[in-house]
Nanobody, 120 residues
Framework: QVHLVESGGGFVQAGGSLRLSCAVS????????MGWYRQAPGKQRELVAA???????NYAESMKGRFTISRDNAKNTVYLQMNSLKPEDTAVYYC??????????????WGQGTQVTVSS
């Protein structure tokens, strides 16, 4: 059984930093595409950053230059480094990975979400 385990959220003051992790639990062939999304209370889930299987890297405009998505293939883990955090970054953050469980069989998975709270 494959699932994603998120960690790294928490409470931080404005201007601070956090690093979120999304680890794949279980055996897989590869991580093909990865992304981070967030959802603030009363708002729709929105893209934070994504790395497509075609190699394209996308960041939401408000996060460019502050957030960085990366991966460690050896650990099957994806990260979101968040710097210069603002109160408006407060949200539940979700990772979304397209995993090739065995060669040729790809599925999309969501993490359980991790709360990030930024105080002013």
């Amino acid at each position: 059984q494959v699932h994603l385990v998120e960690s790294g959220g928490g409470f931080v003051q404005a201007g601070g930093s956090l690093r979120l992790s999304c680890a794949v639990s279980g055996s897989i062939f590869s991580i093909n595409a990865m992304g981070w999304y967030r959802q603030a209370p009363g708002k729709q889930r929105e893209l934070v950053a994504a790395f497509t299987s075609g190699g394209r890297l996308n960041y939401a405009e408000s996060m460019k230059g502050r957030f960085t998505i990366s991966r460690d293939n050896a650990k099957n883990t994806v990260y979101l480094q968040m710097n210069s955090l603002k109160p408006e970054d407060t949200a539940v953050y979700y990772c979304n990975l397209n995993l090739e469980i065995t060669r040729g069989y790809e599925y999309a998975y969501w993490g359980q979400g991790t709360q990030v709270t930024v105080s002013s």
